[in-house]
Every structure is written in C-alpha cells, then in structure tokens.
C-alpha cells in the first residue's frame, strides 16, 4: 500500500517506510478520531509511540513482541491519553511529556511522568532522534517532535504535530485571543521559520500535509483568528 496518511477508525494502519525509522499510523476512536504514531528504529527495533489516544486493543497489537522504550504525549488534552495507562502498564515505557502539562498527565491518567520535555531535547528511537520543539497555544506543554532524516539528500524532515498544526490552520484556541496568538506565532517562529516546505507534517487528528502546501495562508489564519 503506498503511504498517504488517509487512514479511519476501525480501518487498516499505514506504514511509511524511510531508510532508518518506520512510520505506522493509525486512527482509533470513531468520534474523536485521534492519529497515534508508532515509530520504529529500522536497524534496532526499538519503538516509540506519539500519544496513546484510545484502543489499548489496536495499540497493543501494533506493537507487538518488540516493546516500546517510550510513549510521547503531545499534550495534555483528555483524547490523546486514554490508552496512556494500559499501554505503559503492558510495556513498561518511560512518559514522556512537555513539562508544563505533565502534572495535568498524571493528574488525568494516573501514570507517572518519567520525562519532562523542553523545547530543544532529544527523544531517541534506537539509533535515530527526534527533535523536541515546544510550541504553546493549543496548551502551555504542547510539544511537536521533528525527524531529520539523514539519508533524505533534499532535506525531507517528517513532523508530528500533536495538535499545533493541521492542513488549514492551527489548533484551537478556544476563543482565547491571547492563545491563539502565542500558537500562531510558535508555529510561525519555531515550525514555518526553521523547516522546509518540503517537511511532511502528521498532525493529532485527520490527514497530513506538508509545510509547503499551508506556508502561503499563514497570514490569512493570522486574520481570521483561528
């Protein structure tokens, strides 16, 4: 199947495969619809999961005899973490979180947080990292995470968003007008500002897309407030 992030609750995951790290993604809760990212270290087998939303049962699987070192949550928002407690329970995996909704993780899960991210760390999947760039707005601890991948010659890094940014905009705000100006501006500064248009970004919910295809419409977003 070739990979083009178009995937359903219920339905089949897809699997992006790059030189050093695999890339499955699948969607679970029919009504939220939330996107969960394994990745996986070609060359070591290690795994890293980005938030265990829902469906412990679609997971798990997943994942299978391999383990998983660690579970990345993108922020704190009640939908990507209600598998945070099976899923560690069952694997043992460090959590990972950005510091300022960490307390507000365990308070919801009652899971420890054994990582408190900040903007500029390092999550390792095997032999291969991940940047961490913390971009508020959406929550104070939300957190994007960038794969740099070196045997791309074009300089074709993947992103997984969280919540931050979607094809069409950023993540809501709420109707807080402070919020969403701290958001629109992260994603300006830390995301548009640092990445090439050909970065492929894999948000929390819905399709991916590319920071070229939205690049353009920054400032119109900026207008409309949201």
């Known amino acids: 199947m070739t990979y083009t992030g178009d995937v359903r609750p219920g339905g089949e995951a897809q699997v992006r ?19 969960c990212y394994l990745l996986r270290c070609r060359e070591s087998g290690e795994q890293v999961l980005v938030d265990a ?26 939908d ?5 407690a099976a899923v560690v329970e069952a694997t043992g995996a460090e959590v990972l979180v950005g510091e300022p909704d960490a307390d507000a993780v365990t ?16 999550v390792r999947v ?13 929550t104070p601890g939300s957190v994007a ?16 968003t969280g919540d931050s940014l979607f094809p069409g905009g950023v993540g809501a705000t709420f109707g807080d007008e402070a919020a969403f100006r701290q958001l629109v501006d992260e994603v300006e500064h830390k995301i548009f500002a ?6 492929w970004f894999y948000p929390g919910h819905g ?16 207008e409309r407030g949201w």
């Open 53 to 78: 939303a829902a469906e412990p049962e679609t997971l798990l699987p997943l994942v299978g005899a391999a383990g998983l070192s660690a579970v990345v949550t993108t922020h704190q928002h009640w």
């Open 194 to 199: 640092t990445l090439p248009d050909e970065t």
């Open 126 to 138: 095997g032999r291969c990292s991940l940047r961490v760039l913390a971009v508020a707005g959406h």
């Open 17 to 35: 495969e790059l030189a050093h790290l695999s890339i499955t993604k699948v969607a679970v809760d029919p009504e939220m619809s939330n996107n």
């Open 80 to 84: 990507h973490h209600r598998a945070l």
């Open 207 to 222: 399709g991916d897309s590319t920071l070229g295809a939205e690049r353009a419409h920054l400032p119109g977003w900026r």
């Open 107 to 122: 308070e919801q899960t009652g899971v420890e947080v054994t990582g408190r991210l900040a903007h500029g760390d390092t």
């Open 145 to 160: 995470l960038v794969y740099d991948d070196p045997a791309d010659p074009d300089g074709h890094p993947h992103l997984f």
